[in-house]
């Protein structure tokens, strides 16, 4: 196995922060120890040092981040306001966000060998700006940050499928809404096609990526999903 980075990507309200708690939930069985890069960047408004990361043996993080520039993507960017941001200054911000996450923690934590369990990632870039607006895929991965993302690609990704249908609904149900600009039906019918695109596959898999598919429509429970993720895990890793 080249490193132990593990990416979970798919559409809004697919199931992806859950695939990570059943990823932690699993370490935390292990008695591995944990730093949450979410919770962390929350709190201090800013990444860890180095010495933090080493000290972990496992890294929970997310994109777009909890900090810096990722905080101004969550607040202001992407959401519903009368203010309208291009795709293109999207696309900049996130590699920007992106680019500072992993030359602050990710590649160092590679480095040291740690588990890293991501929520979203450079594939949501490709997925969503390029349907926002006409973006070439060639001009999004000249952007810096997402340069470095293909550079240092997760040795496994984890995609979340659910029908766009079911997700609009979980959106609705939800009680902390996003008010995200992304939220609505035809715009995640068109994500779903990218998400499973062969291409997408290939593209990863050309960077040394496990790409595997989890199902997360009904009636799968939230405890089967986390028990997936977790068995196509341990056979990834060979436990």
């Keep these: 196995m080249k490193h132990k980075f593990v990416m979970v ?23 591995m120890s944990i730093l949450d890069i979410r919770n962390y960047c929350r709190d201090k408004n800013d990444f860890p040092s180095v010495e933090e990361i080493e000290k972990a043996e496992v890294i929970l993080s997310c994109e777009p981040t909890f900090c810096y520039v990722g905080k101004a993507i ?12 291009s795709a293109w200054s999207l696309a900049q911000a996130f590699s920007l966000d992106r680019e500072i996450l ?12 740690k588990y890293i369990f991501q929520e979203r990632g450079l594939t949501s870039s490709i997925v969503y700006q390029p349907v926002q607006e ?37 959106l609705g149900l939800r009680t902390k809404k996003d008010y995200s600009i992304f939220d609505n039906l035809a715009f995640q019918r068109k994500l779903d096609e990218r998400y499973s695109s062969e291409w997408l596959r290939r593209l990863f898999e050309q960077h040394g990526s496990k790409v595997e598919y989890i199902d997360t429509n009904e009636p799968k429970s939230e405890e089967d999903t986390k028990r997936e993720a977790v068995e196509i895990l341990e056979k990834f890793i060979g436990t």
């Design 74 to 85: 969550r607040e202001e960017l992407v959401r519903t306001s009368e203010r309208r941001y």
């Design 102 to 113: 992993y030359r602050r923690v990710i590649i160092p934590a590679v480095k040291a060998g």
């Design 134 to 170: 006409r973006i070439q895929l060639s001009e999004l991965l000249k952007l810096p940050g997402n340069r470095l993302a293909v550079q240092n690609a997760p040795s496994l990704l984890l995609i979340a499928k659910v029908s766009p249908d079911t997700v609009v609904k979980r």
């Design 9 to 31: 990507d798919g559409l809004d309200g697919s199931g992806k922060g859950t695939i990570v708690d059943g990823l932690a939930e699993w370490a935390e069985r292990k008695a």
